[in-house]
C-alpha cells in the first residue's frame, strides 16, 4: 500500500514539473508577444510628428483655391509629368533609424505607377536609403508608410533630405502635406520651388533608454511571474496567506510600473487627499468654483510641458517621473486648481492618503516618494480589507480571490483612487452581513455597529451604493436575542448610511451645481415625466455599451482614459474563470433561498439603475438618448452578490477535479504579466 501511496505520490510531482515547464513556456510567449507588442507600437523610437493627412499636392488650380483659403500667395508649381518632391531636415538626435512618409491611401489602392523615395544624407552627399516602391512596405495606417534603413549612429545636428519623385503627376499625386505644423529647421520644395508648410512625415531615432526600460521590465515580471508560480505550484500555502501574497506582489508591481498621476482621474484624487491632509474637508468656493489649493511642485512632474494643449498634468510618462526624482514639496509656494468634481465625494474615502500624505510630510519633502507611499499604503489598507472579508465569509472565498486579481481591480487599489475604498468595502459590508445571516451565534449590539459602521462607510464613498444597506433585512429573526435588537439593526444599519449620505448631498450639492449648471434637475424632471422612454435610453446604452463595460471590468482597457489597452484575450480569459466559478464551485451551492436570491437581484438592479441616473444626471447631455460615462469598473462592487446568487444553479453538480484556487492562482499570475507590461510599453 505504501508504495502505491508513494508511485501516486511520485507521478503527482512528475506532473507538476511537466505542468511548471509549460507554464515557463507561456511566459516566454507572452515575453515574445509583448516584445513584438513594443516594437509594433514603435516605443523603441523617439519620434517627431509632421504626419498630416489633410491636403494632398494638387495642380495650380487646386494649389490657388487653397491658398487663396490661407490668404497666401499661390503656387506656380506645374505638378503635370514627373514630380520631385523634397523635404529637408535638420535631425535632433543620434541614431536615425526610420521616416515614415503620408501618401493619398488612393494612390496605394488604385495605381501602380512607379514612385521612388530616397534618404540622402547632405552632410556627406550620400544615399542612405532607396526605395522604388511602397506597395511592399508595411502600412501602418491608410496613409502612413514607414521606411527603415541602417541606424544612422552620429545623425545629431545632420542635414538629411526626403526625395520623393514619380511620374504622372497630373493624374496621380500621391504625397500628402502638412498646412497645420511647418517644419522650420528644413525645406519644403516641389520641383525646385519652395513651398509654405512641409511634407507629411515623421522621424525615428532609437531610443535606447525606452529599450532598456522595456527589456528591465519585461525581465522581471518574468523573473516574478516564474517564481511565483514555482511557490504556487511546488509549496503549501494556507488559502488567506496565498490570496495575500499573490494580491500584494501583483499589486505592487501596478504601484510602479503605472506613472504617477495616471490611474483614472489620480492627480485631481492626490490633489483632494493633499487638500484633506491639510485640514480642509469641505472644499472652498471662490467667485463660483470648487477651487483646492496644492503645492506648485505637484505640477512640476511635466515641467514646461504642463498644461500645454498637447499634454496634460496627468499625461506622465518614464522619463518624466525620472526627470521629477528630485522635485520637492514647498507647502509655502501653491497653486490653485479647479477641485468641482472631486469635492463632491465625502472627506471618508480620502483618509488613508490624506493620513499617509501627513506623515510622510514630516519625514521627507520629496515628491515621488510621498505619491509612491501613498499608493503602497492605499494598497495595503485594501489587501487588509479584502483578508479580512476572506476571513469572516462563510462562502464565497473563491469569489473575493477572483474579483481581487482582475487587473482592473488591482490597478484601482494600487492608486491613490478613493475608488479602492470602496470596492474594499462593499465585499467586507456583504462578508460580515453573510456571517451573520450564516454563522451559528447571535446578533449582538457589536454585531450592529460594525455593520452600520461599514455600511456608512460604503455609501460615504459613492451613494449609488447605498441600497446594499438593505440587505441587513435578510437576516432572520430568529438570529436577533432580542426584538429590540432588530429594530435597532434596522434604525443603525439601514438608516445612518441613509442619513449620513444625505446630510453629504447637501453639502456636495453646491460643488455640483457648479459643475452642471443645476442641469441634473432638468435631467430628473426629462425622468419623471417620461419614464418609459428614459428606461429605453437605459437599456439602449447597455446593448451599445455592453463589450465596452467587459473591457474595462475585466481589464481589457485599463488606467485613466483607457490608456493601457491589453485587450480581448485577458477578457475572455477572465469570462471563462467567471463561468467556471460560477458553475463548478460547491461552496455557494444551495446557500441562498429564494427569498434571498430575490431580495439580492433587486437591490443589484436598483444599484445599477443608481448608477446610470447619477451618471446621466450629471454628465449626459440634455435630453440624449444614450447615457454617457458609464464605465465597466462601477460594477466591481456588484460581482460578489452578482456570482452568488448565479452560483446557486444546479446545471453541474460535480466539479470533478477542478481546484479553483489554483486556476484563479495561476491565471491570475499570468494574465497579469500580460496587463502588466502592457501598461510598460504604454508609459515608455
Same mark, same amino acid.
Given at each position: 500500500?505504501?508504495?502505491?501511496?508513494?508511485?501516486?505520490?511520485?507521478?503527482?510531482?512528475?506532473?507538476?514539473?511537466?505542468?511548471?515547464?509549460?507554464?515557463?513556456?507561456?511566459?516566454?510567449?507572452?515575453?515574445?508577444?509583448?516584445?513584438?507588442?513594443?516594437?509594433?507600437?514603435?516605443?523603441?523610437?523617439?519620434?517627431?510628428?509632421?504626419?498630416?493627412?489633410?491636403?494632398?499636392?494638387?495642380?495650380?488650380?487646386?494649389?490657388?483655391?487653397?491658398?487663396?483659403?490661407?490668404?497666401?500667395?499661390?503656387?506656380?508649381?506645374?505638378?503635370?509629368?514627373?514630380?520631385?518632391?523634397?523635404?529637408?531636415?535638420?535631425?535632433?538626435?543620434?541614431?536615425?533609424?526610420?521616416?515614415?512618409?503620408?501618401?493619398?491611401?488612393?494612390?496605394?489602392?488604385?495605381?501602380?505607377?512607379?514612385?521612388?523615395?530616397?534618404?540622402?544624407?547632405?552632410?556627406?552627399?550620400?544615399?542612405?536609403?532607396?526605395?522604388?516602391?511602397?506597395?511592399?512596405?508595411?502600412?501602418? %495606417?491608410?496613409?502612413?508608410?514607414?521606411?527603415?534603413?541602417?541606424?544612422?549612429?552620429?545623425?545629431?545636428?545632420?542635414?538629411?533630405?526626403?526625395?520623393?519623385?514619380?511620374?504622372?503627376? %497630373?493624374?496621380?499625386?500621391?504625397?500628402?502635406?502638412?498646412?497645420?505644423?511647418?517644419?522650420?529647421?528644413?525645406?519644403?520644395?516641389?520641383?525646385?520651388?519652395?513651398?509654405?508648410?512641409?511634407?507629411?512625415?515623421?522621424?525615428?531615432?532609437?531610443?535606447?533608454?525606452?529599450?532598456?526600460?522595456?527589456?528591465?521590465?519585461?525581465?522581471? *515580471?518574468?523573473?516574478?511571474?516564474?517564481?511565483?508560480?514555482?511557490?504556487?505550484?511546488?509549496?503549501?500555502?494556507?488559502?488567506?496567506?496565498?490570496?495575500?501574497?499573490?494580491?500584494?506582489?501583483?499589486?505592487?508591481?501596478?504601484?510602479?510600473?503605472?506613472?504617477?498621476?495616471?490611474?483614472?482621474?489620480?492627480?485631481?484624487?492626490?490633489?483632494?487627499?493633499?487638500?484633506?491632509?491639510?485640514?480642509?474637508?469641505?472644499?472652498?468656493?471662490?467667485?463660483?468654483?470648487?477651487?483646492?489649493?496644492?503645492?506648485?511642485?505637484?505640477?512640476?512632474?511635466?515641467?514646461?510641458?504642463?498644461?500645454?494643449?498637447?499634454?496634460?498634468?496627468?499625461?506622465?510618462?518614464?522619463?518624466?517621473?525620472?526627470?521629477?526624482?528630485?522635485?520637492?514639496?514647498?507647502?509655502?509656494?501653491?497653486?490653485?486648481?479647479?477641485?468641482?468634481?472631486?469635492?463632491?465625494? %465625502?472627506?471618508?474615502?480620502?483618509?488613508?492618503?490624506?493620513?499617509?500624505?501627513?506623515?510622510?510630510?514630516?519625514?521627507?519633502?520629496?515628491?515621488?516618494?510621498?505619491? @509612491?507611499?501613498?499608493?503602497?499604503?492605499?494598497?495595503?489598507?485594501?489587501?487588509?480589507?479584502?483578508?479580512?472579508?476572506?476571513?469572516?465569509?462563510?462562502?464565497?472565498?473563491?469569489?473575493?480571490?477572483?474579483?481581487?486579481?482582475?487587473?482592473?481591480?488591482?490597478?484601482?487599489?494600487?492608486?491613490?483612487?478613493?475608488?479602492?475604498?470602496?470596492?474594499?468595502?462593499?465585499?467586507?459590508?456583504?462578508?460580515?452581513?453573510?456571517?451573520?445571516?450564516? +454563522?451559528?451565534?447571535?446578533?449582538?449590539?457589536?454585531?450592529?455597529?460594525?455593520?452600520?459602521?461599514?455600511?456608512?462607510?460604503?455609501?460615504?464613498?459613492?451613494?449609488?451604493?447605498?441600497?446594499?444597506?438593505?440587505?441587513?433585512?435578510?437576516?432572520?429573526?430568529?438570529?436577533?436575542?432580542?426584538?429590540?435588537?432588530?429594530?435597532?439593526?434596522?434604525?443603525?444599519? *439601514?438608516?445612518?448610511?441613509?442619513?449620513?449620505?444625505?446630510?453629504?448631498?447637501?453639502?456636495?450639492?453646491?460643488?455640483?451645481?457648479?459643475?452642471?449648471?443645476?442641469?441634473?434637475?432638468?435631467?430628473?424632471?426629462?425622468?419623471?415625466?417620461?419614464?418609459?422612454?428614459?428606461?429605453?435610453?437605459?437599456? @439602449?446604452?447597455?446593448?451599445?455599451?455592453?463589450?465596452?463595460?467587459?473591457?474595462?471590468?475585466?481589464?481589457?482597457?485599463?488606467?485613466?482614459?483607457?490608456?493601457?489597452?491589453?485587450?480581448?484575450?485577458?477578457?475572455?480569459?477572465?469570462?471563462?474563470?467567471?463561468?467556471?466559478?460560477?458553475?463548478?464551485?460547491?461552496?455557494?451551492?444551495?446557500?441562498?433561498?429564494?427569498?434571498?436570491?430575490?431580495?439580492?437581484?433587486?437591490?443589484?438592479?436598483?444599484?445599477?439603475?443608481?448608477?446610470?441616473?447619477?451618471?446621466?444626471?450629471?454628465?449626459?447631455?440634455?435630453?440624449?438618448?444614450?447615457?454617457? +460615462?458609464?464605465?465597466?469598473?462601477?460594477?466591481?462592487?456588484?460581482?460578489?452578490?452578482?456570482?452568488?446568487?448565479?452560483?446557486?444553479?444546479?446545471?453541474?453538480?460535480?466539479?470533478?477535479?477542478?481546484?479553483?484556487?489554483?486556476?484563479?492562482?495561476?491565471?491570475?499570475?499570468?494574465?497579469?504579466?500580460?496587463?502588466?507590461?502592457?501598461?510598460?510599453?504604454?508609459?515608455?
Amino acid at each position: 500500500m505504501a508504495k502505491v501511496i508513494q508511485k501516486l505520490k511520485d507521478k503527482c510531482e512528475a506532473n507538476k514539473k511537466i505542468l511548471f515547464i509549460v507554464f515557463i513556456l507561456i511566459i516566454l510567449v507572452i515575453d515574445v508577444v509583448m516584445y513584438s507588442n513594443f516594437i509594433y507600437n514603435e516605443r523603441s523610437y523617439y519620434t517627431e510628428n509632421y504626419l498630416s493627412y489633410d491636403r494632398s499636392l494638387k495642380n495650380d488650380e487646386s494649389a490657388e483655391s487653397a491658398s487663396n483659403e490661407q490668404n497666401e500667395e499661390p503656387s506656380s508649381t506645374n505638378l503635370d509629368g514627373k514630380v520631385e518632391v523634397v523635404q529637408s531636415f535638420v535631425s535632433t538626435r543620434n541614431n536615425l533609424e526610420a521616416i515614415a512618409i503620408g501618401f493619398d491611401k488612393s494612390f496605394r489602392t488604385y495605381s501602380k505607377d512607379p514612385i521612388n523615395i530616397k534618404i540622402i544624407d547632405k552632410e556627406n552627399n550620400t544615399t542612405i536609403a532607396e526605395y522604388n516602391s511602397i506597395y511592399d512596405e508595411p502600412v501602418q %495606417s491608410d496613409t502612413k508608410y514607414k521606411f527603415a534603413f541602417d541606424k544612422q549612429p552620429n545623425s545629431k545636428d545632420k542635414e538629411y533630405e526626403i526625395v520623393v519623385t514619380y511620374e504622372n503627376g %497630373s493624374s496621380t499625386n500621391p504625397v500628402l502635406y502638412n498646412t497645420a505644423k511647418t517644419y522650420e529647421n528644413g525645406t519644403f520644395t516641389i520641383n525646385g520651388v519652395e513651398q509654405s508648410g512641409s511634407l507629411s512625415f515623421e522621424i525615428y531615432y532609437y531610443s535606447r533608454y525606452a529599450t532598456i526600460i522595456f527589456t528591465v521590465a519585461l525581465i522581471g *515580471v518574468t523573473i516574478v511571474a516564474i517564481v511565483a508560480l514555482y511557490l504556487l505550484m511546488f509549496k503549501e500555502f494556507k488559502f488567506e496567506k496565498l490570496f495575500i501574497c499573490t494580491t500584494l506582489v501583483l499589486g505592487l508591481a501596478y504601484v510602479f510600473v503605472v506613472p504617477m498621476y495616471r490611474g483614472h482621474d489620480e492627480h485631481a484624487h492626490f490633489f483632494r487627499a493633499y487638500e484633506i491632509s491639510t485640514g480642509i474637508f469641505n472644499t472652498p468656493i471662490i467667485d463660483e468654483h470648487s477651487i483646492t489649493t496644492i503645492p506648485a511642485a505637484f505640477s512640476d512632474v511635466l515641467h514646461e510641458d504642463y498644461n500645454t494643449e498637447e499634454r496634460y498634468l496627468n499625461a506622465t510618462y518614464y522619463d518624466d517621473i525620472i526627470r521629477s526624482a528630485d522635485v520637492e514639496v514647498d507647502e509655502e509656494n501653491t497653486i490653485t486648481v479647479g477641485g468641482e468634481y472631486m469635492a463632491v465625494y %465625502s472627506p471618508l474615502p480620502y483618509l488613508p492618503q490624506a493620513l499617509t500624505i501627513r506623515i510622510v510630510s514630516l519625514f521627507t519633502n520629496n515628491l515621488l516618494i510621498m505619491f @509612491y507611499i501613498t499608493r503602497i499604503v492605499n494598497l495595503l489598507v485594501s489587501v487588509f480589507l479584502l483578508y479580512l472579508a476572506i476571513k469572516i465569509i462563510p462562502f464565497g472565498k473563491n469569489i473575493i480571490f477572483f474579483i481581487a486579481i482582475i487587473p482592473t481591480t488591482l490597478s484601482q487599489i494600487a492608486s491613490v483612487s478613493p475608488d479602492a475604498l470602496t470596492i474594499t468595502s462593499s465585499i467586507l459590508f456583504i462578508a460580515y452581513l453573510l456571517k451573520l445571516i450564516f +454563522g451559528k451565534e447571535k446578533v449582538t449590539i457589536k454585531n450592529i455597529i460594525i455593520l452600520s459602521v461599514i455600511g456608512i462607510v460604503l455609501g460615504l464613498c459613492k451613494i449609488v451604493y447605498v441600497p446594499f444597506a438593505l440587505l441587513t433585512l435578510l437576516i432572520p429573526k430568529e438570529k436577533y436575542s432580542k426584538k429590540r435588537d432588530r429594530v435597532l439593526m434596522c434604525v443603525l444599519a *439601514v438608516a445612518l448610511p441613509i442619513i449620513a449620505n444625505l446630510a453629504w448631498l447637501g453639502v456636495a450639492s453646491t460643488h455640483l451645481s457648479l459643475i452642471d449648471n443645476n442641469k441634473s434637475d432638468t435631467q430628473k424632471l426629462n425622468i419623471l415625466s417620461n419614464p418609459i422612454e428614459y428606461l429605453r435610453i437605459c437599456f @439602449y446604452t447597455l446593448y451599445h455599451d455592453f463589450d465596452l463595460y467587459l473591457m474595462q471590468l475585466f481589464g481589457g482597457y485599463m488606467e485613466h482614459i483607457e490608456m493601457v489597452r491589453v485587450g480581448w484575450i485577458n477578457v475572455i480569459a477572465y469570462i471563462i474563470i467567471f463561468v467556471m466559478i460560477v458553475l463548478f464551485d460547491k461552496d455557494i451551492k444551495d446557500r441562498l433561498d429564494k427569498k434571498m436570491k430575490i431580495t439580492i437581484s433587486v437591490i443589484l438592479f436598483i444599484i445599477c439603475g443608481l448608477i446610470y441616473t447619477s451618471i446621466y444626471m450629471q454628465w449626459s447631455t440634455l435630453k440624449n438618448y444614450y447615457i454617457n +460615462g458609464v464605465q465597466g469598473r462601477y460594477f466591481i462592487e456588484l460581482l460578489l452578490p452578482f456570482m452568488l446568487v448565479l452560483g446557486q444553479n444546479k446545471l453541474v453538480k460535480e466539479s470533478g477535479k477542478i481546484n479553483l484556487v489554483k486556476v484563479i492562482s495561476y491565471a491570475g499570475v499570468l494574465l497579469n504579466t500580460v496587463a502588466i507590461l502592457t501598461a510598460v510599453i504604454t508609459y515608455i
